[in-house]
């Protein structure tokens, strides 16, 4: 089945060890995006890609930064995480053709831990 | 900017009731609105979607309106069970920014 898939589910790190996760696709959607989300709070969006283009939000730190090497990967990379960091990270999907947009398509989301 | 509200922020119920949770969005310019539950530590799952232009979608007990004019929808649980218990969230396409804005969600609690 077409899906969103993030992997790993789970993920520890050390504080200030960078950490790589990943988001695949097999919806062929244009657009990625990365939640985080932290306990009791709604989704906060990161950043998103429309094809190759990098969409950054104005208050997502320097520290967290994104890559899409091709339509199906994206990839988001903490590169000094920090306490306040550990959240449930969120990728996101959807294909945009104006003037209807499709329902994003959720991956499971990956849950990391710093220590 | 987008500001997604809903309301209220919990709500417990006893297991039977009919039930409607409340979501409210400032800006009409949206493509399409989305409710989603989510269960304590895991990921989200798409209930319903309702595009700018509809103005209701059912899918089983669920029923979800949208009236963009006066940027409301509501999601309407019938005989709630207590598997219904959880997160539920909102969540608005943004118009002309590709974006999804979420609500904090409501949590649910249905009672035995």
């Known amino acids: 089945d077409a899906m969103v898939i993030q992997n790993p589910r789970y993920q520890v790190t050390q504080f200030g060890k960078p950490v790589t996760l990943s988001c695949s696709q097999t919806?062929?959607?244009?657009?990625m995006y990365w939640y985080q989300q932290k306990s009791s709070q709604a989704p906060k969006l990161l950043f998103h890609?429309?094809?190759?283009?990098?969409?950054n939000e104005a208050d997502t730190p320097d520290n967290f930064q994104s890559r899409r090497p091709n339509t199906s990967f994206c990839f988001l990379d903490i590169r000094s995480p920090g306490l306040g960091d550990a959240a449930m990270y969120l990728c996101?999907?959807?294909?945009?053709?104006?003037?209807?947009?499709?329902?994003?398509?959720f991956g499971p989301g990956t849950r990391l831990t710093v220590t | 900017k987008q500001e997604v509200t809903q309301i209220p922020a919990a709500l417990s119920v006893p297991e039977g009731e009919n039930l409607v949770l409340n979501c409210s969005f400032t800006?009409?310019?949206?493509?399409?609105l989305q409710w989603f539950r989510q269960d304590p530590g895991k990921g989200l799952t798409s209930l319903l979607l309702?595009?700018?232009?509809?103005r209701e979608q059912t899918s089983g007990r669920l029923n979800a309106s949208l009236d963009k004019s006066s940027g409301r929808s509501t999601l309407y649980i019938a005989a709630s069970q207590p598997g219904d218990s959880a997160t539920y969230l909102c969540?608005?396409?943004?118009?002309?920014?590709?974006?999804?804005?979420f609500g904090k969600g409501t949590k649910l609690t249905v009672n035995p």
């Open positions: 996101a999907t959807s294909s945009l053709s104006r003037p209807l947009a499709g329902a994003p398509s």
């Open positions: 919806l062929n959607h244009n657009v």
């Open positions: 890609y429309y094809d190759k283009d990098f969409n």
């Open positions: 800006d009409s310019a949206i493509y399409n």
């Open positions: 309702i595009q700018s232009s509809q």
């Open positions: 969540a608005v396409f943004q118009g002309g920014s590709e974006k999804l804005v």
